[in-house]
T-cell receptor
Framework: QQQVRQSPQSLTVWEGETAILNCSYE??????FPWYWQFPRESPALLIA?????NKKEDGRFTIFFNKREKKLSLHITDSQPGDSATYFC????????????FGTGTTVSVSP | EAAVTQSPRSKVAVTGGKVTLSCHQT?????MYWYRQDTGHGLRLIHY???????EKGDIPDGYKASRPSQENFSLILELASLSQTAVYFC?????????????FGPGTRLTVL
C-alpha cells in the first residue's frame, strides 16, 4: 500500500511558468512533510519542508500548500528555470519508526528554455 | 553541513554471494538509515538505527541485515545476494532527539547483482 502518492509522474513546463506537483498521504499521524529533489546520478537533497501547524510554507520560488483535512499537499515552483529540472519527491514522517521518511514515487520535472 | 560517505560507490556482485555496503558519518548524528531506490518506486526504508549496537527493521528488511558498530558507522549486509536486490542504496543520517530534522543522504552505492 502506497502511503504517499504523487502526481503527475512527469511534467514539462516552459521557462518562466509555474509547475504544480501534487502529493497525498494516508496516515493522519504523519506530522512532517519534506520535499526532496534529486538530480540524475546524485542523492536526494532537502528542498523545503512543512509541518501541519501551517498550511503554507514559502522559500523563494518554491511554495508548499498543505490541506490537512484532505490529506493533500502541493509544491508550486514559480518562474521555473532550466536548473529546476529534476525529480521531486514528496515524503512524510511521524513519531514512529525512528522518524524514517516514507517517500512518494516522485515527479520528474523538465523545464524547457 | 552533515557529511555522509558510502563505500563502495558501485559494485557488481554474483547471485548468492555476500555483499557489504558501508556508511560513515562525521556529524555526530544518532539516527542512521538505509534506503534503496528502484526506478518508479522512490526510496524505501530497509533498516535504521538510533544507537550503536542496535538496529531496527524498516519497511523492506527481508534479505538484508544491518550492523551499527559505532555511532559513525552503519553497514548493510546482503548474505545471499539476489537479482532483485539490484538497486541504488542510500545511507542517511539525522540528528533528531525527538524533533523534526533533515535527513542527510550519502552519495549512494549502485549495486548490480548478476
Amino acid at each position: 500500500q502506497q502511503q504517499v502518492r504523487q502526481s503527475p509522474q512527469s511534467l514539462t513546463v516552459w521557462e518562466g511558468e509555474t509547475a504544480i506537483l501534487n502529493c497525498s498521504y494516508e496516515d493522519s499521524t504523519f506530522d512532517y512533510f519534506p520535499w526532496y529533489w534529486q538530480f540524475p546520478r546524485e542523492s536526494p537533497a532537502l528542498l523545503i519542508a512543512i509541518r501541519p501547524v501551517s498550511n503554507k510554507k514559502e522559500d523563494g520560488r518554491f511554495t508548499i500548500f498543505f490541506n490537512k483535512r484532505e490529506k493533500k499537499l502541493s509544491l508550486h515552483i514559480t518562474d521555473s528555470q532550466p536548473g529546476d529540472s529534476a525529480t521531486y519527491f514528496c515524503a512524510a514522517s511521524g513519531r514512529q519508526g525512528g522518524r524514517a521518511l516514507i517517500f512518494g514515487t516522485g515527479t520528474t520535472v523538465s523545464v524547457s528554455p | 553541513e552533515a557529511a555522509v560517505t558510502q563505500s563502495p560507490r558501485s559494485k557488481v556482485a554474483v547471485t548468492g554471494g555476500k555483499v557489504t555496503l558501508s556508511c560513515h558519518q562525521t556529524n555526530n548524528h544518532d539516527y542512521m538509515y538505509w534506503y534503496r531506490q528502484d526506478t518508479g518506486h522512490g526510496l524505501r526504508l530497509i533498516h535504521y538505527s538510533y544507537v550503536a549496537d542496535s538496529t531496527e527493521k524498516g519497511d523492506i528488511p527481508d534479505g538484508y541485515k544491518a550492523s551499527r558498530p559505532s555511532q559513525e558507522n552503519f553497514s548493510l549486509i546482503l548474505e545471499l545476494a539476489s537479482l532483485s536486490q539490484t538497486a541504488v542504496y542510500f545511507c542517511a543520517s539525522s540528528d533528531l532527539g525527538g524533533r523534526y530534522a533533515e535527513q542527510f543522504f550519502g552519495p549512494g552505492t549502485r549495486l548490480t547483482v548478476l
